[in-house]
C-alpha cells in the first residue's frame, strides 16, 4: 500500500495518477491505415469446441505470415434453444451456431491474439454495447489497444437477440440511444484526465481511467448493421462502417446513402474506413474487385476451418488468390 501511495509524491505531491506512458508501436495512425493497398481481413468464428488455444495461436500466427490486415471476433455471451428473435443475416432468421456451443468472450480472445502477433489489427465484429457495463468495456478496450501496441479497431452493434437482452437483465428497448450513451461515456473516460458525464442512460461521477488508449483520441469505432438508422450512427460519431452478408451492388447503394448523410454534417467518405465482410457470401478475386469499386477498403472474409491445420491450408488457399492480387488492387 506504501507504494501505491508513493504515486503522487513521485508526481508532485498531487495525489494522482502519474500521465500514460503509451508504449512504442510501429502502427501508423489510423488516418494512414488504408492508403495503400486494397486490404483482405479475416472474420473468425471463435467458437467451442474448436476455438482453443492452439486454434488461436495458429490464426495469429498464419494471418500475419500470410499477410492479412486484421482479425475480428464477434459477441454473444448466451444461446437458446428456442428464441423469437430474428437473426437478421439468415433466411430463417436462426444463427448457425448449436446451442450447446457458444463464442469466447472478444476481448479476451482478442488479447490473446495480441500476444501472439505484432502487426494485424484485431477487431470486434461486433461488440453488443448496449448489453455492457461501459466503464469495463471502456476499460478492456483501453487495456487491449494498450497491450496490442495501437491495434483495436472497435467493431460495435446495437444486438438483434432480445432474449440475450433480458438474460443479462437490460432492457432491448430503446438499445440505439443506449449505445450512443455508452459509447460517449466510454470516450470521456478515454480522452480526459477527470471523465465525467450523465443522460438518461447512464451517470458517472467524475473519476479517473487509465491507462489511456493509444490511438488517439481513441480506437476508430465502426458500427455494424446496414440500415439507414446504422448507416445515421457511422455518419453522427463513426470513423467507419462495417458491413455484415452483403454483395457489392448493395454496398454500393448503402455507400451512397451514407455520402447524403455525411455531407449533411459536414463530413466525407474520407472520414471514415469501409470495411464489409460478405460473411457466408461467396467471394473471390473478382468479388473483391467488385467491392474495391464500390469503395470498399477492406474486405473481411470468413475461413471455414476447425483445427489449426485445416486453417492454415485454408489461409493459404485465400492468400493466393485474393491476398496477394489484392496487393496489386
Known sequence: MAAIRNLGAMKGGHGGPPPPQRPETDSPPPNLLYAAAMHIGLFAPMATPFADAAFLHALGGAAEERGFHSIWIGEHVVFFDQYESKYPYADDGKIAIPSDSGLLDPFTALTFLASATKTVRLGTGVCLVPQRNPVYTAKEVATLDWLSGGRFDF???????????????????????????????????????????????????????????????????????????ALKRVADIGQGWFGFNIGPAAVADRLRHLDTLLAARGRSRKDVRIAIS?????????????????????????????????????????AETIVEPAKRL
Request: some cysteine; aromatic content about 12%.
Open 155 to 229: 467493431g460495435v452493434g446495437i444486438g438483434w437477440l432480445e432474449e440475450e437482452f433480458r438474460s443479462l437483465q437490460v432492457p432491448f428497448a430503446r438499445r440505439a440511444g443506449r449505445t450512443r450513451s455508452y459509447l460517449e461515456v466510454m470516450r470521456r473516460l478515454w480522452c480526459d484526465p477527470v471523465s465525467e458525464y450523465a443522460d438518461d442512460f447512464y451517470s458517472l461521477p467524475a473519476c479517473r481511467a487509465y491507462p489511456k488508449p493509444v490511438q488517439q483520441p481513441h480506437p476508430p469505432i465502426y458500427f455494424g448493421g446496414e440500415s439507414d438508422a
Open 278 to 318: 460478405p460473411y457466408m457470401l461467396p467471394c473471390d478475386f473478382d468479388t473483391v474487385q467488385r467491392y474495391r469499386d464500390a469503395g470498399v477498403e477492406q474486405v473481411i472474409l470468413m475461413p471455414l476451418a476447425f483445427d489449426p491445420d485445416s486453417l492454415r491450408a485454408t489461409l493459404d488457399q485465400l
